[in-house]
């Protein structure tokens, strides 16, 4: 049997020992669209600290610092990088929900591709037509994994 990130439940085996591919605790929808309206709140304020360092910036470099005012469009994107990149695999409204991201083996995943999962989620939610379609993928798959799940190969999965 594979072993267990330390805190977490031992992994589900396949038939014949075979490890699966995720385990077979799936995280609902309604638990990740509120751990997105939570994340909302966190990004805000991420960002409102990220540009009162960039203003002081800015002052202490004569005007140079305040170029970085561009990184603000993409802050959610990078606060989705370092908290599912880092140790606890998923964002301060994911871990308030007790969800986590994996990758196909139920590791951790790494902050670049946690990073391009968020540039995926910002997409699809930026347009009716792919929000829909990465909807109704979550709706009619039992282990509801969107469609930016899907091309990463990544699941959000429950803690406990």
Do not use: C, K
């Amino acid at each position: 049997m594979l072993e267990s990130p330390t805190g977490y439940a031992p992994r589900p085996q396949a038939p014949y020992g075979a490890p699966m591919a995720f385990p077979i605790v799936r995280a609902s929808l309604g638990g990740r669209g509120a751990a997105y309206l939570l994340d909302i709140l966190f990004i805000f304020g991420f960002t409102a600290v990220l540009a009162l360092l960039i203003t002081v910036l800015g002052v202490l470099t004569f005007g140079l610092g305040w170029t970085l005012f561009a990184v603000l469009p993409a802050s959610g994107i990078l606060y989705s990088a370092l908290t599912v990149g880092g140790a606890g695999q998923s964002t301060w409204g994911m871990r308030m929900m007790g969800l986590r991201v994996v990758n196909q083996a139920g590791t951790r995943v790494d902050m670049i591709t946690a990073g391009v999962h968020a540039l995926l989620f910002y997409v699809a939610i930026s347009t009716f037509l792919l929000w829909a379609l990465d909807l109704v993928i979550g709706l009619v798959r039992p282990d509801r994994r969107l469609g930016h799940d899907l091309l990463l190969g990544l699941a959000v999965v429950r803690t406990a």
